[in-house]
C-alpha cells in the first residue's frame, strides 16, 4: 500500500523555523516527483513546492519563495520541507503528495494525512 | 499568475445529477485533475487528465474539458458525495500548479 506520512509540524511564533518531513512507503519513492501542499485552516488548496526525481528540478510557490526550501532523500525515502521567516499566513495544514504524470500533465495522488503549522506569538 | 474559479457551492438531490465548474483562460489547452475532500480529511484524487477515473472511483464520476471551462460530473449523486471538490490545472511552462477556488457539493 502506497503510504505517505508527515511529521514535523506545530506552533511557531512568527520569524521562526520549522523542518517538515514525509516518509514514503509502499512505491519507488526515488522514480517519482513529490510535492508539498497547503490548506489554511478552512481555506482552499494551494501549491507550495515541486522537486523532480533526482533533485533535478525544483519549484516553488511566490507566497513561500526565498523562505522554504524542499529536498529529499532518496536512500531514506523521505520528502523534506525546510520552512524558515514564518509567516502568520503560512499556518496550514502541510500535505505531501506523490506526483502522477506524463510529458503534459501532472496529478497528485496519493496524499499523505497533513500536518498542521501553527504560525502564533 | 493563472487563475481558476469554481462556484462555491452546488446543490444537488440524491439519484440527480451534479456539475461542478471550473474556468480559467484557455484551460482547455491543459489538463485537469479533481480532488474529492471530506470534512478533516485529506483530498482523494476523482479524475485526472480532464477524463480519466482513477482504480477505485467510481464510474459515476466522469470529466470533460474545453474551451475556457472543466467540468466534473457526479452522476446519480449519493449521500457519500457530499464533499468540497477541488479542480487542479498544471501550467506546463511555469511548472506551477494551481488549483480551483473550491465548490462545496450539498446533497439535499
Known amino acids: 500500500e502506497v503510504q505517505l506520512v508527515e511529521s514535523g509540524g506545530g506552533l511557531v511564533k512568527p520569524g521562526g523555523s520549522l523542518r517538515l518531513s514525509c516518509a514514503a512507503s509502499?512505491?519507488?519513492?526515488?522514480?517519482?516527483?513529490m510535492n508539498w501542499v497547503r490548506q489554511a485552516p478552512g481555506k482552499g488548496l494551494e501549491w507550495v513546492s515541486s522537486?523532480?526525481?533526482?533533485?533535478?528540478?525544483?519549484y516553488y510557490a511566490d507566497s513561500v519563495k526565498g523562505r522554504f526550501t524542499i529536498s529529499r532523500d532518496d536512500a531514506k525515502k523521505s520528502l523534506y520541507l525546510q520552512m524558515n521567516s514564518l509567516r502568520a499566513e503560512d499556518t496550514a495544514v502541510y500535505y505531501c503528495?506523490?506526483?502522477?504524470?506524463?510529458?503534459?500533465?501532472?496529478?497528485?495522488?496519493?496524499w499523505g494525512q497533513g500536518t498542521l503549522v501553527t504560525v502564533s506569538s | 499568475s493563472y487563475e481558476v474559479t469554481q462556484p462555491p457551492s452546488v446543490s444537488v438531490s440524491p439519484g440527480q445529477t451534479a456539475s461542478i465548474t471550473c474556468s480559467g483562460d484557455?484551460?482547455?489547452?491543459?489538463?485537469v485533475s479533481w480532488y474529492q475532500q471530506k470534512p478533516g480529511q485529506p483530498p482523494v484524487l476523482v479524475i485526472y487528465?480532464?477524463?480519466k477515473r482513477p482504480s477505485g472511483i467510481p464510474e459515476r464520476f466522469s470529466g470533460s474539458n474545453s474551451g475556457n471551462t472543466a467540468t466534473l460530473t457526479i452522476s446519480g449523486t449519493q449521500a457519500m458525495d457530499e464533499a468540497d471538490y477541488y479542480c487542479?490545472?498544471?501550467?506546463?511552462?511555469?511548472?506551477?500548479?494551481?488549483f480551483g477556488t473550491g465548490t462545496k457539493v450539498t446533497v439535499l
Open positions: 503528495v506523490r506526483v502522477g504524470m506524463t510529458t503534459v500533465t501532472n496529478w497528485f495522488d496519493p
Open positions: 509502499g512505491f519507488t519513492f526515488a522514480n517519482f516527483k
Open positions: 522537486i523532480s526525481s533526482s533533485s533535478n528540478y525544483i
Open positions: 484557455k484551460l482547455g489547452d491543459k489538463y
Open positions: 487528465q480532464d477524463t
Open positions: 487542479q490545472a498544471w501550467d506546463s511552462s511555469t511548472h506551477y500548479y494551481v
